[in-house]
Each structure stands twice: as C-alpha cells, then as structure tokens.
C-alpha cells in the first residue's frame, strides 16, 4: 500500500513541458504546473479544454506528445515495469460514474482492490474496506448495491473504494458532475475533510464553481483558443483580482469578450 511521506506543502507531481492531444494533434502545448502535497488542487476549464486530457496524462492512461509527468524522480509516461507499479501504488482514481460494479456490494466494491493488490487475511480486508466506507459516512450501507444508492452515495463509495489501498493521491474527474447542487455540497464538504482528515493529495477534475470555491486551495485554468494555463493561484483570488478577461469570464461565467 502506499503511504504518505514528505513534508506538507512540498512538489509531489511535476508536470513539465507537458504536449498533449490525441493521433499525435496537440489539444494542448507546454503545460508546466506543480501539484503539492496535502492540498486540493483543481484543473479547471470549459468543455473541450483538455482538462480530463491532462488528467489522462497524470494517471498514465495516455502518453504524452512530448514532456514529462513526474512523481518524485519517476517518469509515469516511460516508467516500465517495477518503476511503474510504484507510481501507480501512489494514487487511486474516483471516476466521473464513480464506476462501482453493479452486481457487488459496496462492501465488495471496496474489498476488491485489496484483494487484488494485497495478500492480507480476509478479516483485516473486511476490516479496511468498511473503514473506508466509514470515512465518507456509507457505514450504514455496506450491504447495498450501487443501483439502490443515490447518485451523491455513488460517488462517495467510488472515493471509499480509490483510497482502499491508502494511496498518497486520489484524482478525481468531475466529483460533483450530475449532483444537485446540496448533494455537490455535501461531496465537497466530504472531499475537504478527508484533505485535512488523512494528508491525502487530491487532484480535481471539475467545471463547477461552487465546488472550486469550497473545496480547492489551488487551480490551474486551461484555456482552450490558448491551447494552455492562462492562470494560477487560489480561486477565490483569480476572480476577485485577476486583469485577463478570459480568466474573469470563466469565474463570473460570462461570454468571454470577442476579439476586435
């Protein structure tokens, strides 16, 4: 299992002269940012930006054109063999459908990473998986399935079963996408005390403002015409001072300006 190391605050992902698209078209052109550890950090931007693109990159599911996404000394995009699974016992991954298997449990959802990956006794997996599940308040529902789960409980277990094998990091793609807003709430609120509750780095894929606000410490904004970061810093502080009109538009949600 992985565990977390490191002083606070430090670079835990680099991402460094990052090209990026698909059939070797860049979408996006030297991307340079730092994820520290023990932050929520959000990769914000419109439809189309290339932000889940990015975060492909990140978690090693498609190589970039050019540049490097490093943990630690460890390249994902050319780390092989034992050298990549030790990147990959870095982090978990909570997808956008939060991606539970509909015919197990929520139990057996979050037993089977540990199953898999480990060869503890059955009684200590038990043990771990509904610990998880306790973490983000699913106690009570270990013996359902997905399908008898809100969508906001869907999510919440999809975190549970990412952080089953105690990653340093967990990256999430658009947490709150098909939340009512007080259910979105609720999941960030979730999201933020697990932050400050375990050392756990989060990597947030997301559009949504409220979510921005409440539960990210630093963003990075791709811009898509700009094919790259057009700002960086705490939300809160890139709507209220920042002078790009590109970058206000996106916070107010507003047209952005047409070009003379």
């Not at 973490?135 to 919440?156: D, I, W």
């Amino acid at each position: 299992m992985g565990t977390t190391t490191g002083a606070k605050g430090e670079p835990i992902i680099r991402v460094i002269g990052l090209d990026t698209g698909y059939d070797g078209v860049p979408l996006l052109t030297d991307v340079n940012f730092e994820v520290r550890r023990g932050e929520v950090f959000g990769i914000l931007g419109g439809s189309g930006s290339g932000k889940s693109t990015i975060l492909k990159n990140m978690i090693g599911l498609l190589p970039p054109i050019r540049g490097k996404v490093l943990f630690g000394d460890d390249d994902i995009a050319t780390a092989e063999g034992d050298a990549r699974e030790r990147i990959l016992s870095r982090f978990g991954v909570m997808y956008q459908s939060g991606a539970l298997f509909g015919s197990m449990t929520l139990l057996e959802n979050v037993r089977l990473p540990l199953e898999t990956a480990t060869s503890l006794p059955d009684d200590a997996i038990d043990l771990i998986a509904r610990m998880k599940l306790e973490l983000v308040g699913l106690e009570a529902f270990t013996g359902h399935l997905p399908a008898e789960l809100s969508g906001g409980m869907q999510k919440r277990a999809g975190i549970a079963r990412a952080m089953a094998l105690d990653p340093e990091i967990l990256f999430l793609d658009e947490p709150s996408s098909g939340l009512d807003p007080i259910t979105a709430a609720s999941l960030d609120a979730t999201i933020r005390r697990l932050a400050e509750a375990t050392g756990v780095t989060f990597v947030m894929v997301t559009h949504d403002l409220a979510s921005i606000y409440t539960a990210t410490d630093r963003v990075i904004l791709i811009h898509k015409k700009a094919r790259g970061i057009i700002a960086e810093g705490d939300p809160r502080r890139l709507r209220d001072e920042s002078e790009d009109p590109r970058v206000r538009s996106f916070f107010r949600r507003e047209p952005e300006p047409i070009a003379a």
